[in-house]
């Protein structure tokens, strides 16, 4: 192939230009800049001696360690529950969906409707259910199933879990929809085809349908890891800067934030052993989603 | 081994009237084409016949048993759809296996089905390949390989060649024509195109607006069309179609094909045939070069708009009674637009239609 002619490359150039300088603007400056904070000593947000890679040493011994790990540690739970909890259930509404339902369209309609719902919104939403005293699930828990307390969201050993499965309530609908897109994009031939071969439901299901979203899995597990690596919002809503109760809502988006702009009980801040967090949490979200979508693209049927 | 019955099939989709009132019988071993327009009904007949649609009414029978409440994986059928309808996951063998997999065949059996297959459809180097590696036409190989090893006692096909260049397409047709005559399978064939009808089938049903219009053997088709549409539809170049208005002399009718009435042709009055204006149809092949004039006989006198050669034979165009009439000449003689020729179009060839009904009102022949 020969190259394109000079003046074409200078038109391409002329029309990718402001994107691209936008982009190194708003988006690879800030990043490189975040990576230099990492770098330096602070005293508040004023910029002190230059320390090598003193914040990523102190991040590795204790005290942070612990903390950062255990942020890591939830981080990877979420990741782990939504990618086979969320994304299953995500499944099975898209099949059933898929089916075309009486109803398939409203229903279609109000699963996505959360995923366009401020989380602010859904934080409190739940947080409303969940009220110790007079939330409706409380009462139900307490009252009908006969509990002596009902307070997940006070108790650190099911905080996580409860706010992982508001995420959940939350965020399905959006790979639904993804899995849904592409099992209607599946020729209809190929089901027929498959149904006088002799498959039954569920073997079309497993052996025709499932291999045939190869794309609509990669994206969705990308997503998934991107968004509880980069977890950030509910457990904040939920749990403030420190992710109460006892930390168990922590994770490293929070960890960052709370090192980088201080929380509500220590107004005392450390930018630059936030900004190694915030290295360290690109670095790992960047090596996952570039592995997982390299993988997952080798497996992918191509058509 | 099945035949084939569709007793009074009606289809509808909501209000969309699809199918209305179908009914045909085929022997065991018999190739069935369904040829119609788009849109008329074919592919939806032919899921009915499958079983993935069911019918509004009426009853389909398979060796004599009403088959309308059985799946479509017991009806003992195999289909090759237009798109192929490949399994894009798996590799030619992955398809061609699956549908034995699913009826539990035996792997060593399923490796001598797939082996006898591939052999006789020339897809042996393709086994390892996935259907998106392959052309159109190894894609339809491969389909009907995939129908082929089930070895089905009905064979389904919905416009299996459509898809294909017109080189490949005569191709596949013959190399479909020969599976049949080896396998004797009987096979409903679905196609808009009157050449693989005529071909393919050894009756031919054609469909227009959810409607039979005809089904009969190529030959009774040809023949013996009987309407309008049907006589356009099969056979190529196109009947042609002349407007006449023929007066009654006693048993006949007698009408002329030009201004001046120096020809009038008699044909025998159909039964009940009003002398009202009529259409005559006439196959190109049937209009001959008639001897010169004074040679005693009869000759229409035409000017030649077109000539289109062939190779085998050359086509003429000519104006008769307002109508542009083809006619199918041998290719030796060398005509140009603008010149004279006499045509013979003999009473014995033309058929009479009503052109308010469409319907043939001349006997058969
Ligand atoms: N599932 C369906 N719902 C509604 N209308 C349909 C459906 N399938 C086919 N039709 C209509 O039925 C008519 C016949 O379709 P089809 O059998 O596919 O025609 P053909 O195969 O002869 O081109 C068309 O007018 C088509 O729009
Ligand atoms: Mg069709």
Known sequence: MSSPPLSRTLWIAFFVAPALALMAIFMLAPALAAFSYALYDWKAFSRGDFVGFKHFIRLA???????????????????????????GIALLIAYALYQRPIGARFFRGTLFLPV??????????????????????????????????????????????????????????????????????????????????????????RRIILPNLGPAFTIIVILTFIGAFEWFDLPFVIGGATGNPANSLDTMALMFFRLSFGDTSSPVTDVGLGGAVSVVLFAIVL????????????????? | MTTLEIRNVSKTFGDVE????????????????????????????????????????????????????????????????????????MDVRGNIAFGLEMRKVPKAVQAEKIAEVARMLQIEPLLGRRPGQLSGGQRQRVAIGRALAREAGLFLFDEPLSNLDAKLRVEMRAEIKL??????????????????????????????????QQFGTPRDLYQNP?????????????????????????????????????QTITLPAPPGAATADLVLGIRPEEITLAPAQGAGEAGLDCEILMVEPTGPDTLLSVMINGAKVQARVPPHVDFRPGERVRLALSPARMMLFDPGTGARISADR
């Open chain 1, 61 to 87: 011994e204790p005290p942070y360690r612990g903390m950062f790990l255990a942020a890591l540690g939830h981080n990877a739970i979420t990741f782990l529950v939504k990618l086979t909890i969320q994304n």
């Open chain 1, 116 to 205: 366009i719902l401020s989380l602010v919104i859904v934080g409190y939403l739940w947080q409303l259910f969940l009220h110790p005293l007079f939330g409706p699930i409380t009462l139900f828990m307490m009252d009908i199933v006969g509990l002596e307390q009902f307070a997940p969201l006070g108790d650190s050993r099911f905080a996580l879990a409860t706010t992982i499965l508001m995420s959940i309530w939350r965020n399905v609908g959006f790979p639904t929809i993804v899995f849904l897109a592409g099992m209607n994009a599946i020729p209809d031939e190929i089901i027929k085809a498959a149904r006088i071969d002799g498959a039954n439901d569920w073997q079309i299901f």
């Open chain 1, 287 to 303: 090596a996952g989603s570039k592995f997982g979508a390299d993988y997952l693209r080798k497996r992918e049927v191509k058509a």
């Open chain 2, 18 to 89: 699809v199918l209305r009132d179908i009914s045909l019988a085929i022997e065991d071993g018999e190739f069935l084409v369904l040829v119609g327009p788009s849109g008329c009904g074919k592919t939806t007949l032919l899921n009915c016949l499958a079983g993935l649609e069911n019918v509004t009414s009426g009853d389909i029978l398979f060796n004599g048993r009403r088959v309308n409440d059985v799946a479509p994986k017991d009806r003992d059928i195999g289909m090759v759809f237009q798109n192929y309808a490949l399994y894009p996951n």
């Open chain 2, 179 to 212: 599976l049949h005559q080896r396998t004797r399978t009987t096979s409903v064939y679905v196609t808009h195109d009157q050449v693989e009808a005529m071909t393919l089938g050894s009756r031919i049903c054609i469909m227009k607006d959810a409607r039979i």
């Open chain 2, 226 to 262: 009987a309407n309008l549409f049907v006589a356009g539809f099969i056979g190529s170049p196109a009947m042609n179609f002349i407007p006449v208005s023929p007066r009654r002399a006693g048993q006949e009718l007698a009408f002329s094909l030009n201004a001046a009435e120096t």
